[in-house]
């Protein structure tokens, strides 16, 4: 079937150097002899219109020129319907294009829409929302909410919020059921993520895999500020998968596990992110792993 491609472009989003790109994504797709369209990503996030616009124009390839909450609006969208989608990253953390090894370059990342391969992911829903790789509660969650109220976007931006926060943070109560297993924990932050990256190279959920049908859930346990770097660092560089047991759990700093389903009681009611943007929080959050949600096109394996 020949391709044809829809591009859209946030206008809003992390990094500049859009007219170069829009000027690259033109000469490129229309060397190819590839017919294309290119479009404005909306704020509020509505994108229903795509399921009848690629029927009817027989849309192939959907590539988002944007950051990972831009992904996972188009995414949410689009679960089932035979189209791939591409990423040119653009945001401030870029972390489902990182997982993917999609490279960070725009023209690197344009040529990769033409020369690689679509091969499907898994996603998830928290609640009823969608989320293509990460969600957060607490912490995290308040530094996205803090982020997002600046006029100034950018890394060093989320640094300095990052840190601001780290100083004033206090942990959360949380209930978490999983696998029909109950326990209470007090945490600064909870990550349910399908990808290993938190951006940024930041890997949160170092063993996770976008197409292994499993969530990676890291606690962040109540501890003093100095043992919580420390036991970041250490997560971040090595963390290991373990079963939640009992007689162990209580002398853990962070605890880090897989599961495709579980259920988080917010009794603390910590803030929430999902996909790096802020969200509305609540008591109770149901989440399940979506299989094959979607196709992403990725390098080729080596």
Known sequence: MPRKILYFINPVSGTKGKEKLLQLIKQKTSSLNIPYEILHTNAQGDYFFLKEKIEQENITDIVICGGDGTVSQVAGTLIDEPVNIGIIPMGSGNGLALAARIPKNPAKALDLVFTGKATYIDSFF?????????????????????????????????????????????????????????????????????????????????????SDGLLDVVIVKKMSK???????????????????????????????????????????????????????????????????AFKLIQPLKK
Not at 152 to 159: D, V
Not at 243 to 251: A, L, M, S, V
Not at 274 to 280: K, L
């Open 126 to 210: 928290i609640n009823t929302t969608f989320s293509c790789m990460l969600c957060g509660l607490g912490f995290d969650a308040q530094v996205a909410h803090d982020f997002a109220a600046q006029g100034k976007r950018g890394l060093a931006t989320y640094i300095k919020q990052t840190i601001n926060n780290f100083f004033v943070a206090e942990p959360y109560s949380f209930d978490i059921v999983n696998k029909g297993k109950s326990f209470n924990t007090s945490a600064y932050f909870i990550s349910i993520a399908n990808s290993n990256q938190f951006g940024n190279q930041v890997t949160i959920a170092p063993q996770a895999s976008l």
């Open 226 to 292: 100095l043992r919580l770097l420390w036991a970041l660092f250490k997560q971040i560089r090595n963390g290991e998968v373990d079963e939640y047991i009992e007689k162990t759990y209580h002398n853990k700093n962070i605890l880090y596990f897989q599961t495709p389903r579980l259920i988080i009681h917010n009794l603390g009611n910590a803030p929430l992110h999902i996909d790096g943007d802020p969200a509305e929080t609540a008591k109770k959050f149901s989440i399940q792993v979506i299989p094959q």
